[in-house]
């Protein structure tokens, strides 16, 4: 870097619960912060899952004006801006760029669905992050790397495909998709418009991204097929990077990673986990809260530290995480086996986390076996790896080091990272990785406390086997 001004670069995470802007100088450290909750979703009729309003520009508003105004640099020195939004969302556009209905969720039926026209108006058909970018500099353009799902691209080129039967498929024809950039390529300057929104200055410019579950992998430091990343969020899965896009595979799926024609594998995971350990805490409710602040502690550290005090493996208390029924099963439920008089409530908090560990632990392995590697560390990213217990679990499940995310928000500097290298602060992905993303602190595995979830890991994957059988004739009675 040649440049001897301080240079700055914001990074812009868009997620499933709240928009988080965040400015980072040139080595990674944060300096500002802004965060906004979005809105409960619009469920109109079932399968229809909305986002109300304009709540997702008004979010990332509300977000960059609070990270603004924390900003104690010279704005003039704020060099990029890296917009990430959520993945699987669909935005239909009227011809001058405004909404011509409600951004459609992940969770919403119909963005695995053929897009059906319902409005007149209608001229473009994109993805969030295609949404923001219009809004964000006026142009109708996207980074192809947030394309996943039910889309005319060819995953291999990342360009819309020459396949016209493909957009048949998909009801999009050609006319109605923006252009695509690569992570890292120029989306446009910031308009004045845009500007007087969000309070980030106008002209800077607005680089591509891709979608939030790859930018987050950037942003933690995620570059060898021999290392896992463990996402702890509402969705939590493993995920490792690869040169090749690889379809049909069994273990795993292929996404876009935040490289250009880089390619991000994800395994299968747990549908609302860390939201369970949240649904515990809150059941505790006043119980756990009232304890936590007798010691000065948060609710989350004193659970932790109570459930350190339980043995691994919870004296034999097991959970299998299917709060949330996948579409294919849709009579499971989650399961909590094996009380006795030992188990406490510290157990089944202590339960919930080793489920979580070891269900990653197993769809990885069935992963890496696939592609063909070996992990020698995981990463542990998201607000679960804030806590040593859930660290140590992943360390003694996995059997590897476990080291933790250091970034306050994987996402954001994953975004900040496309911006320095698209406006020319590092050379190349590798050089900002490098100077940007730091080392968190490791954990290192039991042997013993290992083998001890290598035994129980074999009874855990053969619980469905037997319960769903009992859900089934359940899901009769109670749906």
Known sequence: MTNTR????????????????????????????????????????PGVVEHPDDDLWTSIGEASRAAMAAFDGDVADIAGVGLCTIRFCRAVLK?????????????????????????????????????????MTGNFRDTAANYAGMW???????????DEAAYAKCGIPRSMLFDLVQPGDLLGPMTEAASAHTGIPAG???????????VEALGCGLRTPDTLLVSLGTYVAGMAVGPRHIAGASGFWTNYASEPHSYLYESGGVRRGMWTVSWYRDLLGAEASGQARQL?????????????????????????????????????????????????????????????AMTIHDTATRMSAELGTEY????????????????????????V???????????????????????????????????????????LPSRAHHRLYQCLEQVHRDVRGHTDALYRRTYDIFG
């Not at 409600?102 to 994109?126: F, I, K, L, N, Q």
């Not at 399961?335 to 030992?342: E, N």
């Not at 250091?406 to 992905?429: K, N, R």
């Open 204 to 214: 800077v410019p607005v680089m591509a991204t891709a979608n939030d579950k790859a």
């Open 95 to 135: 011809a001058d760029g405004t909404l011509a209905q409600p951004v459609m969720s992940w969770m919403d039926d119909r963005v695995g669905m053929p897009y059906a026209p319902t409005d007149p108006e209608a001229a473009y058909v994109t993805t969030s992050s295609g949404y923001i970018s219009h809004r």
């Open 401 to 443: 080091p476990a080291r933790r995310a250091d970034a306050p928000s994987a996402a954001g500097l994953g975004s900040a990272i496309c911006a320095a290298v698209g406006v020319g602060a590092y050379a190349d992905f590798d050089g900002a990785v490098a100077a940007m993303v730091r080392p968190g602190e490791i954990f």
């Open 296 to 356: 000065g502690l948060s609710a989350e550290d004193y659970l932790n530290a109570r459930a350190g005090e339980v043995p691994p493996g919870s004296d034999g208390l097991m959970t299998v995480l299917d709060w949330l029924a996948p579409d294919e099963a849709p009579f499971r439920k989650g399961s909590m086996l094996g009380f006795d008089g030992r188990h406490g409530r510290f157990h089944i908090y202590r339960s919930i986390l080793e489920s979580l």
């Open 152 to 162: 005319p691209l060819d995953p291999r080129s990342m360009r819309w495909t020459d």
């Open 376 to 399: 020698q560390e995981v990463i542990v990213s998201g607000g679960g790896s804030r806590s040593d217990l859930m660290m140590q679990i992943h360390a003694d499940v996995h059997g």
């Open 6 to 45: 301080p240079r700055y670069f914001i990074g812009i995470d868009n997620g499933s619960q709240s928009s988080k802007v965040t400015v980072f100088d040139a080595r990674g450290r944060a300096v500002a912060e802004g965060r906004a909750e979005l809105r409960p979703y619009d469920t109109p009729r």
